[in-house]
């Protein structure tokens, strides 16, 4: 075996094993022997150069197993042995998130910010946000891994170039380029909808799927919008132009929904304190009062879901997936958005497709793009590498 050869298998091992842990939480010496078919030795090589790099600790040993013999020694990721940030851009706000080694939430922060102009003004907030959300975490710099950026809009993740999005009067922006020029971490541009099927893959509720769909709904002041993220026997697809899911659907914005449900408000628990003042109810009340029970504040989502429904019931004929996927500030809803968009399905599609079909809300709420943007960087570094076949052909180990 030539020492280029070595080293590709002896990454691979590494991150075969560093991706057991991950996936088990907690994983013992003998698991790892036995799920890999590996020698014992070279588990134990590889559990020390992954210790030795801080990446995983030793946490002691567990029980003996029921036929007896020598306690299991037991492993685990180092949470803090590196961070990801992920960064949702969208018109108004930008919501940041940092990930630890776990994939767990340890900061997350929304800031509203006024619309752009230009790609300086852009890039300029962006600094100011990374920088403010590492300083609030109080985490060390060295140990960030990257950055994950979503922007809504039609994003070419391989030149990093913005090529078409309301947030930027522009098209073509090379956000990654400029964005890398500015930041000391390594950047990842991608579509927000993307993100967040990444993110639901990686540690939500997708993570047992292999095609799902990932919706995600924006109602607003001003925005009413639908994006779709597509992910294929566990990869994710952005088709041939990274128009994958722009299906430019008609949708309401805020003040168009209220329009439904405006002469019912005095009816409302909650909202009949805005019968006077439709024009104050922004989506967190509603969502709010939707949670609490206000039936006007229901019924304004059960319409919502219907509409939605219906703007996506050929896409899921025509995808045929296992899991959609709600997210964004609605998926905290859960059930309530959840069932009408499901009845929709139901009804317009084939019951061989509909029935197989299983919807859902994130489990990340407002925070499922930004979330995702940071899983795309800790994805990318736990991916196991290619292997290239005597054919030619190329094969990934896969770890589920």
Known sequence: MQTGDHRLLKNINERLVLNLVRLNKIISSSDLVRITGMQPSTIFNILKDLTNNSLVLNLGKGESTDKGGKKPYLWGLNHEAAYAIGVDLEIGQVTGVILDF???????????????????????????????????????????????VAVAGIVNSDSGVLVMTDILPDVNVPLLDTLGKALPYPVMLENNANASVVGDKWIGVARDSRNCLNVLVEVDEGVGAIGIGFLVNEELYRGSSFSAGEINPSMPDLHDMLLNVRTHLADGEILGAYDRSPQDISIEILIDAAKKGDKVAVTFFERLGYQVGRNISRVVAAFNPDMLVLSGDIADLGDTIAAPVKSVIDMELLAVTSETVKVVTSSHGHYSVA???????LSEYFRVPTVRLTNGSEETVQVN
């Open 102 to 148: 776990s994939s767990e939430i340890v900061k997350k922060k929304v800031y509203k910010i006024a619309n752009f102009k230009t790609l300086d003004e852009l890039v300029q907030e962006m600094v100011r946000v990374v920088n403010d959300i590492i300083r609030e975490s109080n985490i060390d710099p060295a140990n960030i891994l990257g950055i994950g």
């Open 371 to 377: 979330t995702g943007a940071a899983c795309l960087v």
